[in-house]
């Protein structure tokens, strides 16, 4: 299975502020998709983000962009003007675009605070 | 529109005692999935159904049996629990299996005892 690695078991953010949340990747695949998702204290996973593999354009969803670095395997997540409700774990996965490619393989996660 | 609904939201078992989470969803997606969150961890692949009447083994399926009861529903069976299968348990489901986006339930927070 593909390794998903999040460095940053725990991050801190001042409202307003802006943070970005890391990710790397192992896999010797070309074509895959790459997702940030968010559990907030109800346990909920809300996709956040997703970006394909085979796009060179770095995906954005409002306030959520990644940086994606394909020859890097690095799959960042900045998230701007920062809200307290996005305190949450975040966690960032994987999905192979092949064959085999039906389970999420899931980093342990970064728990972000949102301090006011 | 509920989406992925997970019942129940909270279990605590005795080991050796049996139960079966429910999830269903009304997203008429035809692939489903069971995924187990450990503390400190990702969520983990316990089982999936590609489609009414198919179910594959994940990363973790030891201990777990599954049944895609129809398209809209897929439980997840503990024949006898142990203290290792204390977990939050998510269900999940996508259009098709190969489709960029899984939607997840609440989960269920098992405690075995």
């Known amino acids: 299975a593909q390794t998903v690695t999040q460095s940053q078991p725990e991050m801190s953010v001042q409202e307003a502020e802006t943070v970005t949340l890391s990710c790397t990747y192992d896999?010797?695949?070309?074509?895959?998709?790459l997702f940030w998702y968010k559990q907030p204290p109800s346990r909920q996973m809300i996709l956040v983000i997703r970006?394909?593999?085979?796009?060179?354009q770095n995906a954005t969803e409002n306030r959520f962009s990644v940086n994606f670095q394909k020859a890097a395997k690095s799959f960042s997540l900045k998230i701007s003007d920062s809200q307290l409700g996005d305190a949450a774990m975040y966690f960032c996965?994987?999905?192979?675009?092949?064959?085999?490619?039906?389970?999420?393989?899931f980093g342990k996660g970064t728990s972000l605070l949102v301090t006011p | 529109n509920a989406g992925v609904t997970q019942t129940p939201k909270f279990q605590v078992l005795k080991t050796g005692q049996s139960m079966t989470l429910q999830c269903a969803q009304d997203?008429?997606?035809?692939?489903m999935y069971w995924y187990r969150q450990d503390p400190g961890m990702g969520l983990r692949l316990i089982y999936y159904?590609?489609?009414?009447?198919?179910?594959d083994k994940g990363e973790v399926p030891n201990g777990y049996n599954v049944s895609r009861l129809n398209k809209r529903e897929f439980s997840l069976r503990l024949e006898s629990a142990a203290p290792s299968q204390t977990s939050v348990y998510f269900c999940?489901?996508?259009?098709?299996?190969?489709?960029?986006?899984?939607?997840f339930g609440p989960g269920t927070r098992l405690t075995v005892l």
């Open positions: 999940a489901s996508s259009e098709e299996w190969w489709s960029q986006t899984q939607y």
């Open positions: 896999t010797s695949e070309s074509d895959y998709y």
């Open positions: 970006q394909e593999a085979y796009k060179q």
């Open positions: 996965a994987y999905r192979s675009a092949g064959n085999s490619g039906y389970a999420l393989n």
């Open positions: 997203m008429n997606h035809n692939s």
């Open positions: 159904s590609a489609s009414e009447g198919t179910t």
